[in-house]
C-alpha cells in the first residue's frame, strides 16, 4: 500500500527553484514529525529537513537558508520549496517520518540542477 507520494522534482537551472510535495496517509502525518531525505547517485540517503507537530523546523547546513520544510495539516502533505538551488542539490528526494520511525519508502521524486 502506498503511503507516501513525492512529486514536484524537475530538470531546473542553478538559481532555480522548485517546490516538493508528499502526500502522506493520515495516521502518518498526525504522530510523526515529517521530514524530507535525498539520495543523489553513489551516495547514501541523507536527511535534508524536519519539521515536527508543533511547526519547529531543522535544516541540515547544506540547506539552510535555501530550501524550507511546511506542512498542512488539513491536506496531510509536506512541502519542501527549494529556492537557490545548486548542483549538488541533484539528488532522488524522498519524505517520511523523521525520527527513529520509517515506513516504507515511497519512489520519491527527482530533482536535477543543471545549466
Known amino acids: 500500500q502506498v503511503q507516501l507520494v513525492e512529486s514536484g522534482g524537475g530538470l531546473v537551472q542553478p538559481g532555480g527553484s522548485l517546490r516538493l510535495s508528499c502526500a502522506a496517509s493520515g495516521s502518518i502525518f498526525s504522530i510523526n514529525p515529517m521530514g524530507w531525505f535525498r539520495q543523489a547517485p553513489g551516495k547514501e540517503r541523507e536527511w535534508v529537513a524536519t519539521?515536527?507537530?508543533?511547526?519547529?523546523?531543522v535544516y541540515a547546513d547544506s540547506v539552510k537558508g535555501r530550501l524550507t520544510i511546511s506542512r498542512d495539516n488539513t491536506k496531510n502533505t509536506v512541502y519542501l520549496q527549494m529556492n537557490s538551488l545548486k548542483p549538488e542539490d541533484t539528488a532522488v528526494y524522498y519524505c517520511n517520518a523523521a525520527g527513529r520511525t520509517k515506513y516504507a519508502w515511497g519512489q520519491g521524486t527527482q530533482v536535477t540542477v543543471s545549466s
Open positions: 519539521i515536527h507537530k508543533g511547526g519547529t523546523t
